[in-house]
């Protein structure tokens, strides 16, 4: 069993920042991949910045030069630094993240909401 616990969500102005964390406890041995999607009001969740367990990232090109995945795969955590945030960013970010202990298994935690005010 793998629990990720998601923080770091709140109101900000168009312009600020954020930053996410989250941290995996459990079965922690198996992942090859941590990262956050969003998902916003009547759509699907979207990958929206991804770390792998040797140090590569992905990023969503509408992110790209503005949110930063960084942390520490040995330790089952990472961060999320979102700058320059716009109001369309505005969406409930989850953690994720892929175990392989048997099988390919994706994870999710509970979620935090992001809202970016004009």
């Known amino acids: 069993q793998l629990q990720l616990a998601d923080s770091g969500g709140g109101l900000v102005q168009a312009g600020g920042f954020l930053r996410l964390a989250c941290v995996a406890s459990?079965?922690?041995?198996?992942?090859?991949?941590m990262g956050w999607h969003r998902q916003f009001p009547g759509k699907e969740r979207e990958l929206t910045a991804l770390?792998?367990?040797?140090?590569?990232?992905i990023n969503l090109d509408s992110v790209q030069g503005r949110f930063t995945i960084a942390g520490d795969m040995a330790k089952s955590t990472v961060y999320l630094q979102m700058n320059s945030l716009k109001p369309e960013d505005t969406a409930v970010y989850y953690c994720?993240?892929?175990?392989?202990?048997?099988?390919?298994?994706?994870?999710w935690g509970r979620g935090t909401q992001v809202t970016v005010s004009t």
């Open positions: 770390m792998t367990s040797d140090d590569s990232t």
């Open positions: 459990g079965d922690t041995y198996c992942i090859p991949a």
């Open positions: 994720y993240a892929e175990t392989i202990c048997v099988s390919r298994v994706e994870h």
